[in-house]
Structures are given as C-alpha cells and as structure tokens.
C-alpha cells in the first residue's frame, strides 16, 4: 500500500501544481506581469496528472489468500473474463478492467440447529434429512472449503458472489441428506 500512498501524494502534488499555476497566469496576467511562471507549473501539474491519475487508478493489491478476477468491460462473452491475478501488487487497465476479488483461503459455513447461532451472519440452519427407516433427523454441520483458484472464473461466471450461498451450501446439504439417507 506504500506504492499506492505514495502514488496519491503525487498525484495531489501534481494537481495542486496544476491549480496553483492557473492562479498564477490569473494572477499574474492581472497584475501585467509575465505568466511564464505560471504556464510552467500548471503545464508540468497537467503532464504530472495525467501520468499519475491512470497509474495508481490501476493499481490493484491482492493479498496472499485472494485472487483477482479481471473482468474486461468493454469485451463481450468469454473474452470479458481475463486471466486471474495472482496475489501481490499488480497493475490492470483503468476504466476498462474491473477486479473482482475473491477469498481462496480456507472458508467455512455453519449450518446449525441453534436458533441464536441461525441470527448470525455466518451461520445457516441446519441439514434437515430422513434416515432409512424413515426418521427425520436434524444434524449441526461445519462445512470447511476453498475456492480452487484454477476455476475462479467459473465461479464468477456462474455464482458471482453469492457462491456461498447459491452452490457451496446447497451441495453440502445435498451430500449430507444422501449420506443420512443410507443409514438407518
């Protein structure tokens, strides 16, 4: 984030360099003086701005347990989605490219039978699931997982983000009901 930090004061740098040297061919121009002064700090803020602002606009900082998925808005179809970006700094196109990140750390998801644990954002209510003989049973679940970082993007394509709640939690109950069900 250093890089960014620093990219930012630049940046400001440049443009108050920018402003402060409108004020001065304002000022100057006024008073019946030379503007040269003047032209030459709002040229230099100008050039300074206009490198600066699409650099750090396209920096991207990726953590060690996430992965970037770079979506091209200005493709269509398959070619929208880019190839995904490892962890560390990297640069993007700015105003084109959109970073989606994504968590491909060890996750997990609660399913439990307690009502004041179902209130909390992470947890979900448990599996509910009929044994052989016919009894329904009520089990507590902890799903550990981890979004494999080959297929983020087909995560993203189909599940954006609401994986968790649109295809983890569903196939985990769904694998528990047939596991139950073989038992009596």
């Known amino acids: 984030m250093a890089i960014t930090a620093a990219l930012t ?9 920018l402003l402060g040297g409108v004020a001065l061919i304002v000022l100057n121009t006024a008073r019946k003086q030379s503007p040269r002064l003047g032209i030459t700090a709002a040229v230099i803020g100008l050039i300074g701005a206009l490198i600066t602002i699409p650099l750090n606009s396209g920096l991207v900082l990726i953590q060690p347990n996430e992965i970037g998925v770079v979506f091209r808005q200005t493709a269509s179809g398959d070619a929208a989605l880019r190839e995904p ?31 004041e644990a179902v209130q909390s954002v992470q ?28 297929k983020v993007n087909e995560v993203h394509r189909n599940w954006r983000s609401t994986y968790i709640d649109s295809f983890i939690v569903p196939q985990a109950r769904s694998e528990v009901r047939n596991a139950v069900s073989q038992y009596g």
């Open 85 to 115: 970006i490892q962890p560390g700094l990297k640069w993007v196109v700015p105003f084109i490219d959109q970073v989606i990140i994504y968590n491909v750390g060890q996750q997990n998801v609660d399913m439990v039978g307690n009502a």
């Open 123 to 150: 947890a979900r209510p448990a599996v509910r699931a009929i044994s052989k003989d016919g009894q329904q049973i009520t089990i507590d679940v902890t799903l550990i997982f981890r979004v494999d970082a080959v």
């Open 9 to 17: 004061f630049l940046t400001s740098l440049f443009v108050l360099a």
